[in-house]
């Protein structure tokens, strides 16, 4: 079944939207009149929340022909004038906070502190590269192949379109967060939000308008990924996939075929590591938001745990209390820690990994069940003992509110067990802060928390973020989430003497001279 179906057929109440917001919204996707109408649901309580097109590829065309255009008069305009736009839309997000908090709770039914942190990223996000850009960007000098005689400029052109294809999970932010390094570069832009959060990522992309963005620089299409997926990638110079490992791989066949660039950030099943010396209780604290923050949607939250001997029998009943005090509640006020789980789909695919382990003989110590009273989508966060490698949730990604806990003897057994994975996308430390480092570099995955959950990397926006194995391809953020986007230019201007044999010069003298040179040059590696 999916969240369609729990929708009250017939319904004239009002849904959990504004019914002008929901039109407004709807009206900024590019497709032709008339195309049949895909509906979103709200998680809480199955009400619908609106329709928007379902588009075609006829769609994707048109939305890619309005985007070149507009791309070129873009490319054209100052960094300054790029960058004041995005330092309105910074202003922008944090001042409208309300609406799209609203928005977004109500169609991912995630916990409103979890929205919260997604406007905060897209704010930071903004600010960011609107202050770094120009750095990352400036034409750069590079050594020249002779000194003192080629002169070498290392430029950054822009791609011209970039494809964004989005996933509900944090559909406000990486709508958008992408996007924004995307356009600073100078080029545009065509999204693909997932289909069951269309208006969030249409709320972000409403507010980027506002702050002057012009209108047809950045398209966004709505429907099936299987539909527009391909057309998609055959109209741009570059693609920006976040999604699962199943479709990372089937886009990375397509971008391969027209030797385009791609980023793809996908799943993981990322660990926690807890050594003996780490502080009990700010590890506890940690732990929680580690594992069940977004309801344990979030790709780069924590899945296993593995917890040091001298320890574990403080750590765990600790932490096991901690999470059965969660607060989990529908709606829109801040009390709740937790919301709902964003689909039916995702609902089943929860239990039935908690159910399959169970069967197979995990033990619960807390949670392990479904909260029809709170709301049809709503599911306990979960502690689970004894997690062996027959059962489905050992490896695979659950994507959910539920962790698997491991006794381990000491702090090797602890990497080799973290590290015992086809995915590498984030993976959290509790010690010393120096053992904590340490530890860290041998872990095989993107970004390593010491003592915090996932924040503290996600958003040093500065640090490249993104995943080893089948976590991914590339980067974001950092120098790497913007220069993707850009297509370096090596431009070296000659004087003098040329590279190759001098007029009138034996070929074999020159030979003679240029091994000297060669000699010569390796003895000066300051010229480098
Ligand atoms: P998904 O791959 O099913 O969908 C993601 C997006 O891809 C959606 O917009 C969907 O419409 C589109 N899509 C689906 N099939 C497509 C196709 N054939 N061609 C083109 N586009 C297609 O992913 P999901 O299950 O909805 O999202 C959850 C997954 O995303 C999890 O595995 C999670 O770990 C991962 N994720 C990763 C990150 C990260 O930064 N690494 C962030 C968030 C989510």
């Known amino acids: 079944m999916s969240t369609a179906e729990l929708a009250p057929t017939g319904t004239t109440t009002p849904g959990?939207?504004?019914?002008?917001?929901?039109?407004?919204?709807?009206a900024l996707v590019t497709a032709a009149p008339g195309r049949?109408?895909?509906a979103s649901h709200a998680p809480f309580d199955g009400a619908l929340i609106g329709e928007v097109p379902a588009c075609t590829a006829e769609d994707v065309a048109e939305a890619q022909r309005r985007a070149r255009v507009a791309q070129a008069d873009w490319a054209a305009r100052s960094l300054a004038e790029r960058r004041a736009v995005m330092l309105r839309y910074h202003d922008l997000v944090l001042e409208r906070q309300e609406q799209v908090l609203d928005v977004t709770q109500a169609e991912t039914g995630k916990a409103r502190v979890s929205a919260f942190e997604e406007l905060a990223d897209v704010a930071m996000t903004a600010r960011y590269y609107a202050n770094t850009a120009a750095r990352h960007l400036r034409p750069t000098r590079r050594q020249g192949a002779l000194p003192l005689l080629t002169r070498t400029v290392q430029h950054h052109h822009p791609k011209g379109l970039v494809g964004v294809i989005s996933p509900w999970n944090?559909?406000?932010?990486?709508?958008?967060?992408d996007a924004i390094p995307a356009?600073?570069?100078?080029?545009?832009v065509v999204l693909k939000p997932d289909s069951q959060t269309p208006f969030t990522a249409l709320m972000a992309v409403e507010l980027l308008y506002e702050a002057g963005l012009p209108r047809d620089l950045f398209q966004v299409v709505t429907g099936a990924g299987s539909v527009l997926g391909t057309p998609l990638i055959e109209g741009v110079e570059y693609l920006m996939f976040t999604g699962s490992t199943a479709t990372g791989r089937i886009i990375a066949e397509q971008c391969g075929r027209r030797l385009i660039g791609f980023s793809a950030e996908l799943g993981g099943k990322n660990p926690m590591i807890v050594l003996a010396d780490a502080d009990l209780e700010k590890t506890v604290e940690g732990a929680v938001r580690a594992c069940f923050a977004n309801s344990g949607q979030l790709c780069i939250s924590i899945e296993r745990m593995y917890v040091e001997d001298a320890i574990y029998d403080r750590f765990v009943p600790a932490f096991v209390e901690r999470v059965a005090r969660m607060t989990l509640a529908a709606g829109t006020t801040w009390e709740a820690e937790m919301g709902s789980l964003v689909s039916r789909d995702q609902f089943d695919a929860v239990r039935a990994h908690v159910d399959d382990a169970v069967a197979k003989g995990a033990r619960v110590l807390t949670g392990g069940r479904p909260r029809p009273d709170l709301g049809p989508l709503f599911y306990e966060p979960t502690v689970l003992e004894g997690v062996t490698e027959e059962m489905a949730l050992c490896r695979d990604e659950t994507f959910g509110p539920v962790v698997a806990l491991t006794r381990v003897a000491d702090a090797e057994e602890a990497i080799e067990r973290a590290n015992d994975t086809e995915y590498g996308l984030n993976a959290s430390i509790w010690s010393s802060p120096r053992r904590g480092a340490e530890v860290a570099t041998r872990i095989r995955t993107g970004t390593v928390n010491v003592n915090e959950a996932y924040a503290a990397a996600w958003a040093s926006h500065d640090a490249p973020m993104g995943g080893m194995g089948n976590s991914g391809v590339g980067r974001r953020h950092g120098?790497?989430?913007?220069?993707?986007?850009?297509e370096p230019q090596t431009v070296a201007v000659q004087r003098g003497l040329p590279i190759g044999p001098m007029p009138g010069l034996p070929l074999e003298r020159y030979a003679t001279v240029m091994t000297a040179g060669l000699k010569l040059l390796k003895r000066a590696p300051f010229l480098e």
């Open 170 to 177: 944090y559909p406000l932010t990486l709508a958008v967060s």
């Open 16 to 26: 959990p939207m504004d019914p002008a917001l929901v039109h407004r919204l709807a």
């Open 36 to 38: 049949p109408r895909q």
């Open 183 to 188: 356009l600073l570069a100078g080029n545009g």
């Open 479 to 486: 120098a790497e989430g913007i220069l993707k986007y850009t």
